[in-house]
């Protein structure tokens, strides 16, 4: 039993100096092949001066900036030709006479251009308010103004001197168009609210 195991031990140990041994043979391998694509081809010290020469002045700018280009450069555009004139009609069919009993279309008077109308649409003379309540004390007023204010609607609460005593007006508005006053007496009819339309002057 200790034979075996002993044995075993052994094959254990052995079985990784190989593995080390192979691991460090394929290291050495791959440090020493070649590397590919490199030029092992070495410049001549006249070449590499001459480059560094041409590109210290060299200026990319140059054919754009109308500079003639410096000796060395050979960035050089090639003159483009003039396009080429449209050729002129056959003689043939420029000195052909008009067929006999032909008529020759006048040519067309010149319209001038038109201009849309200028349609200002006229200004409204009035701003409009939609009156929910008239009120001769301020509390029923302000209780009104909360009920529409829960409606979704935001009213304000006025006074006026009429026939000798003050009255609370309940509004909304103003309102520059009458069609939006007309849309909002909807709104409230259909929340079983009355209203009426009332007119102002600018």
């Known amino acids: 039993m200790k034979a075996q195991r002993g044995g075993f031990v052994l094959g254990l140990i052995v079985g990784l100096l190989v593995g080390l041994g192979l691991s460090l043979a394929v290291a050495l391998y791959v440090t020493k092949v070649p590397v ?8 001549p010290p006249q070449n ?12 990319p700018n140059g054919p754009l900036s ?3 280009a410096q000796r ?4 050089s555009t090639p003159a483009v030709p003039p396009p080429a004139a449209s050729a002129a009609a056959p003689p043939a069919l420029a000195n052909r006479p008009a067929a006999p009993g032909a008529a020759t279309a ?12 200028a349609t200002a649409p006229s200004a409204d003379p009035f701003r409009y308010f939609v009156q929910v309540g008239t009120y001769s004390r301020a509390e029923d007023a302000e209780q009104q103004r909360a009920r529409l204010a829960m409606l979704g609607f935001t009213a ?6 009429q026939a000798g005593r003050t009255v609370y007006r309940v ?4 309102f ?22 009332v007119r102002v002057e600018r």
């Open 156 to 161: 304000r609460v006025s006074e006026r001197e």
């Open 66 to 68: 109308g500079r003639p």
């Open 36 to 43: 590919p694509f490199v030029d092992k081809v070495p410049r």
């Open 106 to 117: 006048p040519p067309a008077a010149a319209t001038p251009p038109q201009t849309p109308a």
């Open 48 to 59: 590499e001066a001459a480059e560094a020469e041409r590109l210290k002045r060299w200026d």
């Open 72 to 75: 060395g450069e050979s960035a």
């Open 171 to 174: 509004r909304l508005g103003p």
């Open 176 to 197: 520059e168009r009458k069609d939006e006053a007309d849309a909002v007496q909807e709104r409230l009819k259909g929340n079983a609210v009355e209203s009426a339309l």
